[in-house]
């Protein structure tokens, strides 16, 4: 019972930070939510214009895939960055119950606060295209849940390492775009030497699974499942990293 307590007390403090961090915000400034739309909207226009309509599919996708891990997960390092050595928040919340990973968790879900509307932008074209039923969705947000939490817990571990903001704000947008556009997040992956390249990030690995859900692209089966596990496995492991060796309180 006590354990139970416990989980829903962490539970109620992601929310509120979520809620304090990211909602708020973002109704102070609504300007900001453009942002997260311009870089994967950019790629799939050019993809569309060089491609022709097969690999805009291709592209929305990636697209997605990529502000999952761009908007919503890499861009805590920054953020992070900022309220340990600026506003010494992290510093605060020291002798309080919120452990690394529930903190991680409502900095991660603020981000993603900023980054619905361009997600909800999306799967509005993808399901306009395509017409997926919703039992696909429901695998797609769980592979796209996978790799939030990694790229969210990876980010949070990094950015505890920084000694200046700005450095945060660099590898952010660094890891973000690099780990975003890395074939074969905007391409199918038979265009590679080999599809299983695809494995070596979680960003690819999530485009590739959302092909073979949604474009039914004839990946071999061993790839997706391999893909999955990797993820999920990549999403336990970070979460543990980020509980366990990240630098909660400040190195002097």
């Not at 997260?36 to 022709?52: A, E, R």
């Not at 409502?106 to 399901?127: D, M």
């Not at 890891?175 to 080999?194: D, E, K, R, S």
Request: hydrophobic share 55%; proline share 5%.
């Amino acid at each position: 019972m006590m354990r139970l307590q416990a989980i829903w007390t962490q539970i109620k403090l992601v929310v509120v930070f979520a809620w304090l961090y990211g909602w708020l915000a973002v109704v102070r400034e609504p300007f900001w939510l453009v942002s997260s739309l311009l870089t994967p909207i950019s790629i799939v226009v050019i993809m569309t214009v060089f491609g022709g309509l097969h690999y805009m599919y291709f592209g929305l996708l990636g697209g997605l895939a990529m502000a999952v891990s761009s908007s919503g997960g890499f861009t805590i390092i920054g953020d992070a960055t900022y309220l340990r050595l600026e506003l010494k928040f992290q510093s605060m919340l020291l002798n309080t119950r919120l452990n690394p990973v529930s903190y991680t968790l409502g900095l991660a879900l603020s981000e993603l606060t900023y980054a619905l509307p361009g997600l909800a932008v999306f799967i509005l074209l993808i399901q306009a295209m395509l017409r997926e039923p919703a039992s696909i969705y429901l695998l797609a947000v769980s592979v796209l849940a996978l790799e939030w939490v990694t790229a969210s817990m990876l980010g949070f571990t990094l950015s505890t390492f920084l000694s200046d903001v700005r450095y945060g704000w660099s590898l952010s947008g660094i890891l973000g775009f690099l780990l975003g556009t890395l074939p074969p997040v905007f391409y199918p992956a038979y265009l590679l030497p080999t599809p299983y390249i695809a494995l070596v990030s979680p960003v690819s690995i999530a485009s590739t699974v959302l092909q073979y859900l949604m474009l039914k692209v004839n990946y071999p089966s061993t790839l997706i499942r391999l893909g999955v596990l990797i993820l999920l496995a990549e999403a336990l492991v970070f979460t543990m990293i980020a509980f366990r060796k990240s630098r909660w309180r400040s190195v002097k």
